[in-house]
């Protein structure tokens, strides 16, 4: 079975500084694998995601991630962190069958000012 | 208007009652999906349903039931309601089996007292 682990539940930066969360995953077939965001009292919204083809992908508001397969992970970053990123971020990963998904258990990312 | 809407985004119920929440979709999608989301565990999934008549179980069933009325409805029901049910609830959508990206609503918020 699929499972996903972020680590660190709360990561705080400077505004301007390099945001990094941390994604691995575990899978037994080639995975899919997911960013969402979550802002205040919103739904998940999609950041970005891997499937097939080049291991960087690219995500809305400046956000990047890249698919390690020799480390299973999943990596989330931006270079300048901005105050509208503050937010909870999951990351995700679709089971081999197309059916399901399985997220973590969220990071909530604080920008100081 | 949003795409998935959510009905209704609080509730407030007490131990033993029975509650249903209501979920539809404008994306024409086939494949719905109910979740719950906890603090310090993410969103796990509670039921799927692929079309009107394919229903199936996710990871945390039991105490729930849903009811897929038509293509763009699908509903959550707590049987009779307990304290630790206590929850963000999110409903989800997604194209069909090959489409990766899941469109959530902006959740429902229920305390069970």
């Known amino acids: 079975a699929q499972s996903v682990t972020q680590l660190g539940s709360h990561v705080s930066v400077s505004e301007g500084a390099l945001v990094l969360l941390r994604c691995n995953y575990s899978s037994s077939v080639p995975p899919y694998l997911f960013w969402y965001v979550q802002y205040p009292n919103q739904g998940l919204q999609l950041l970005l995601k891997?499937?097939?083809?080049?291991?960087l992908v690219k995500g809305i508001n400046g956000f990047e991630a890249e698919f390690k397969k020799s480390e299973t992970s999943f990596h989330l970053t931006k270079p300048s962190a901005h105050m509208s990123d503050a937010a909870e971020y999951f990351c995700?990963?679709?089971?081999?069958?197309?059916?399901?998904?399985?997220f973590g258990t969220g990071t909530s990312l604080t920008v100081i000012p | 208007d949003a795409d998935v809407t959510q009905t209704p985004r609080n509730r407030i119920t007490k131990t033993g009652k029975r509650i249903m929440l209501e979920c539809s979709q404008t994306k024409g999608h086939d494949r719905m999906y109910w979740y719950r989301q906890d603090p310090g565990l993410g969103l796990r999934l509670i039921y799927y349903?692929?079309?009107?008549?394919?229903?199936n179980k996710g990871e945390i069933s039991d105490g729930y039931s849903v009811s897929r009325q038509a293509q763009a409805k699908f509903s959550l029901s707590l049987e009779s309601a307990i304290p630790n049910q206590t929850a963000l609830y999110f409903c989800?959508?997604?194209?069909?089996?090959?489409?990766?990206?899941?469109?959530f609503g902006p959740g429902t918020r229920l305390l069970v007292l």
């Open positions: 349903s692929f079309d009107v008549k394919d229903i």
């Open positions: 989800a959508t997604s194209r069909d089996r090959g489409s990766e990206t899941q469109y």
């Open positions: 995700a990963v679709r089971d081999n069958t197309g059916n399901q998904f399985y």
């Open positions: 891997y499937t097939t083809g080049a291991t």
